[in-house]
């Protein structure tokens, strides 16, 4: 009998990680390529995506049955049919479906259930599902919103630090970031800051919240401040649901699955308002998201 399997696709900012899994989703092989985000470069975008999934094919004797493609950045360009034409195309013509990374997300951290997913990495997002209804709160970007995350989490950290070296008080924030910058002040390590890349900038927030974890006040108040900031676009979505409300939450990316102490404040403040809210740290394994799908809209395509 012909192998039957499906191919679920993790395109981030850094790489691009595609796995096939047979129809009771059990995991057959997987392949990775380079970055998948394509509102920053489409073209290479587009190239690492299909390169990682026509890896599988060439690898699996079977039959591909369809294509889940979770991109970094579709939400910004739009055009999703587009999109997963074009990569249908390069992919021996088989059904695919193009959607956001976050949905994508989604479907994994919920397994099919209805729900909330709250992303928290680099930058943050709440996405919400409800008998096929999805809401979305924050992901405006590290400018507009980005609450909680690790990007939002450094920058309120440098911020406090400013504060202080104005005031002339000490603030133990001042010695970490001009040991981050590898400078002796934090006009030079201000320089730097705008130099360095969002992501680059975003990794500092782990020594904010291991300082934090010492029991530094202004460390501390950082984490809870960007905790319930992340809380309150929670509560944001689960208001617009309707009744009866899905209480399920997962919490997936490094932030919430690193930090304890912004979990803590995070589930404190949303429980406040929803106190019977049901916690859970997703395996992360996004592509895995391909299993739960229910949508038919995917579809052949024979150009672009």
Known sequence: ???????????????????????????????????????????????????????????????????????????????????????????????????????????????????????????????????????????????????????????????????????????ELISLFNQLFKVDNLTDATAKFYKTSNADFASMAVEVAKLADKGNNFAIAVIKEQAELLARDIIIGMDRYDEPKPMKIALTGSVLANNGMLRDFLENKVHAKYPHAQFSISNGENARGVVFDRSKDYRYFTSH
């Open 1 to 171: 009998m012909t192998l039957k399997y499906q191919i679920g696709v993790d395109a981030g900012g850094t790489h691009t990680t595609a796995i096939a899994y047979d129809l009771n989703g059990e995991e057959i092989e997987r392949s990775q390529a380079g970055p998948g985000q394509v509102n920053t470069n489409y073209t290479s975008a587009i190239s690492n995506i299909t390169e990682a999934i026509n890896k599988l094919i060439d690898q699996i004797d079977g039959d591909c049955q369809r294509i889940l493609c979770g991109m970094a950045g579709l939400s910004v360009i739009g055009h999703a049919p587009e999109v997963a034409a074009e990569i249908s195309a390069k992919a021996e013509n088989l059904p695919t479906r193009a959607i956001t990374d976050s949905l994508l997300a989604l479907y994994n951290g919920l397994e099919g259930e209805d729900g909330g997913l709250v992303i928290a990495g680099t930058g943050s997002v709440f996405n919400g599902l409800q008998k096929g209804r999805i809401i979305t709160t924050g992901g405006y970007g590290s400018i507009l919103g980005d609450e909680g995350s690790g990007y939002a989490i450094a920058l309120s950290a440098l911020k406090s630090a400013l504060l202080s070296w104005d005031k002339r008080e000490d603030n």
